[in-house]
């Protein structure tokens, strides 16, 4: 879900860069996630070739399955779907009962508890990369001398895989609590941190699903949920609970000389949700999220398809999407962020595709591949 916060003085120009930057910060690690991931997945295959990419699927894609793998597909799709449906109201009747401290507490301990995992997950990876970036730059006459000078089996042992999974618990540990109290503490008011964690956190899930998820999945799941996001900011959850957020604050700003400095509320609507917010434009994660796991979806996709077309194409859709979408913005004061950018970057990755088997760049073979 996409909002705008109407500021006359600002251009549209600012308005603009606004809403588009973050989303291209939340692409680029996106891509640099997936990378990363599916080139650590391919060292372990090649170490261990019975090694598979563990599948998160709630239902795993089956070929031997009566509907095939398009049977699980459709399921998967289904439950993410009902799952944001039952958490939209959940949410919603939690706000307008008035307990909006339990939403912030629920928050926070699941930003806390999904930096944990994120930290341990990503930080091994990112850790595994760089050292192993680090040593294929080194120039071939000093790799050889540091393997005759250096027993590698002694002196990378247990105890020093010891520490560094330590480190990687203590750096795990301090994501969490930072997690924790960007979300939990009302006087956190470091609004550009919160931004921040936002950014990385929609990088790092969007990857994560797209790579642990079977391909059709992924789609069926980012059509679902894009047309699920539709009826969510229009007549669904969605709707309900911005439109309570904009009841409370024009009630507070009619009452506001009746109150005391102490008594206003504590937990406004806003601080309590996962949103990037800044004076111009709110975003919400779950648009950070899918778009990330549509360009996520589109690397693992090129990878199979040993070529950039298909990541190039669906950058292009999505970001023609995203603009269209601030487009509307400025007639509407919320929009379902995901519909325009996802189609879009669905339908330029698929004739992206299409266009390079026709071209030969691609055969036929390699794009069943992607779906075995």
């Known amino acids: 879900m996409s909002e705008r916060i109407t500021e006359n003085h600002e251009t549209p120009e ?180 919160r931004n921040l964690m936002m950014i990385f956190f929609g990088a790092m899930i969007g990857s994560m699903l797209a790579i642990h998820l079977g391909l059709l999945t992924t789609v069926l799941i980012l059509v679902g949920l894009s047309l699920y996001d539709i009826y969510a900011v229009f007549r669904g959850p969605l709707k309900g609970i911005i439109d309570h957020g904009r009841e409370v604050a024009e009630q507070n700003e009619s009452n506001m000389a009746s109150y005391n400095e102490g008594e206003y509320e504590k937990v406004p609507l806003l601080p309590a949700l996962p949103v990037y917010s800044t004076p111009l434009i709110n975003i919400g994660l779950g648009d950070f999220a899918f778009f990330s796991m549509l360009i996520s979806a589109a690397v693992v996709i090129g990878d199979g398809l040993a070529t950039p077309i298909p990541l190039i194409a669906a950058l292009v859709g999505l970001f023609v999407g995203a603009f269209y979408t601030f487009r509307l913005l400025k007639k509407e004061r919320a929009l379902p962020g995901l519909p325009l950018p996802i189609f879009g970057g669905l339908g330029c990755l698929v004739l992206s595709v299409l266009g390079s088997l026709v071209l030969g760049i691609i055969t036929l073979d390699s794009i069943i591949s992607l779906f075995a």
Do not use: H
Request: charged share 10%; aromatic share 16%; proline share 5%.
């Open 14 to 193: 600012a308005k603009l860069q606004a809403f588009i930057q973050p989303i291209v910060f939340v692409l680029l690690i996106a891509i640099i996630l997936s990378i990363f991931t599916l080139d650590y997945y391919t060292l372990v295959q090649e170490q261990d070739p019975t090694a598979e990419i563990p599948d998160i699927s709630p239902i795993p894609e089956n070929p031997e399955d009566p509907g095939g793998i398009a049977l699980g597909a459709i399921l998967n799709m289904l439950f993410y779907v009902t799952l944001a449906f039952i958490g939209g109201l959940i949410v919603l009747v939690i706000i307008k009962k008035g307990f909006m401290q339990l939403l912030v507490y629920f928050f926070a301990a699941m930003m806390g508890f999904s930096w944990f995992v994120f930290g341990l997950f990503y930080g091994a990876i990112v850790l595994f990369e760089v050292l192993n970036l680090s040593w294929t730059i080194l120039p071939p006459l000093i790799q050889d001398w540091i393997n005759y000078s250096f027993d590698w089996s002694v002196t990378i042992g247990t105890q020093q895989i010891f520490m560094i999974e330590m480190l990687l618990y203590i750096f795990a540990i301090l994501l969490g609590l930072l997690g924790t109290i960007s979300f939990g503490i009302q006087s956190f008011d470091k609004i550009w941190l």
